[in-house]
């Protein structure tokens, strides 16, 4: 009976060694960045219109709000055209025999007005809104790249979704800052080249539960540039954690390497992220224009134990020993032959009901005439 006993367990090894051996295997590769798949669903083009006195334009970012099913759009307007704001947009999809999921119509609902510290709307170039995330806490964080031609530095503020009025505004490393000092060397964001990406993520929906943000310049730093550019652009991205007890604390400082700029592009630069569930990943949007027109690019991105650099003072004499972020081609938009314009928004939207996610990414036209405000939707496994 023993022996019998052991011949069964030594099969069931034997079978369990074998069943091991034929399973499939997951490569590094797979294990850095877990497979995400695109699917483009559909384009549409929010036609050019006022609403409420204002010039429905410059759209630079998006962000979705669940539980209202409704979108938060940025205009990048500073404050010239109308005062600085945001749109609240309805966004109808619908299913087709053509197609699985297509944008039906895009609804303007309300124009909200940011407001400073005293309550006023944003005069006139004193603001540069370009990145916009909704939190946990229904709040709504809003970067401005600044003026710096104006003497404008850059800031990222919390603001309250109803009334626009700032809350509070995160502390910025000095080095993101204008030098202070004539005699010293030029520092801080170049003039529209600021905090263009603007991300959060959440663990909990709960209000009161820490949440983490993340930014990044949509270029170099004034002292990060070299006078012969390097082929791949250093970018510094900013990690804080924002929680109800003190004040917003940075966490981190890695570094992004922008994507070789193609020829005949006149600048390419970083104008979002998109946090994604898995601690450390995110999706980046680079959008370059140039004498052929606009093209974009999707990255997987992941934090694979990157340099921290914030206590590197400029990026001037090269990144060498310096480990950047990670990152993974996913999509070059123009693949899908269709005219793009000026991409610089991103952000998921409702689930489809096959349980997948929507992805939806947004043109700034510059309020040009040539131009258009250009809604790209994706199915995102």
Known sequence: MRKLSNL?????????????????????????????????????????QNFQNTPIGGLSALTYDRQRDRFYALSDD????????FYTLKIDLTTTDEQPVTIEGVTVENVTFL????????SSQTIDPEGIALSPRGTLFISSEGVP??????????????????????????RYLMATDSDTEPQGVENNLGF?????????????????????????????????????????????????????????????????????AIANGLTELLALPREGSWLSLERTFGMFGFGAKLFQVVNSAASETSTIG??????EGIKPLRKKLLLDLESLDIELDNLEGMTLGP????????????SDDNFNSEQKTQLLLFNVR
């Open 314 to 319: 400029s990026f001037k004499e090269g990144i």
């Open 78 to 85: 500073r404050s010239q055209q109308a005062p600085a704001r």
């Open 149 to 174: 031609n104006e003497g404008i530095n850059p800031f990222i503020g919390e603001f309250e979704p109803t009334t626009g009025q700032l809350q509070q505004e995160i502390r910025l490393p000095q």
């Open 196 to 264: 263009e990406p603007l991300t959060i993520s959440a663990t909990s929906t709960l209000k009161d539960d820490p949440f983490r943000i993340f930014t990044a310049t949509e270029a170099s730093l004034k002292q990060d540039t070299a006078s012969t550019p390097p082929v791949n652009i250093p970018v510094r991205l900013l990690h804080y954690v924002i929680s109800p007890v003190g004040p917003p604390v940075l966490l981190a400082e890695h570094l992004y390497l922008l994507d070789e700029t193609p020829k005949g």
């Open 115 to 122: 407001k400073d510290q005293t309550g006023q709307n944003y």
């Open 351 to 362: 689930r489809l009901t096959n349980g997948s996610e929507t992805l939806f990414l947004i």
């Open 8 to 48: 069964i367990l030594a099969l069931i090894v034997i079978i369990g060694l074998s069943a091991c051996g034929t399973m499939p295997q997951i490569s590094a590769e797979e294990r850095l960045f877990p497979p995400i798949t695109l699917e483009f669903l559909d384009k549409y083009d929010i036609q050019p």
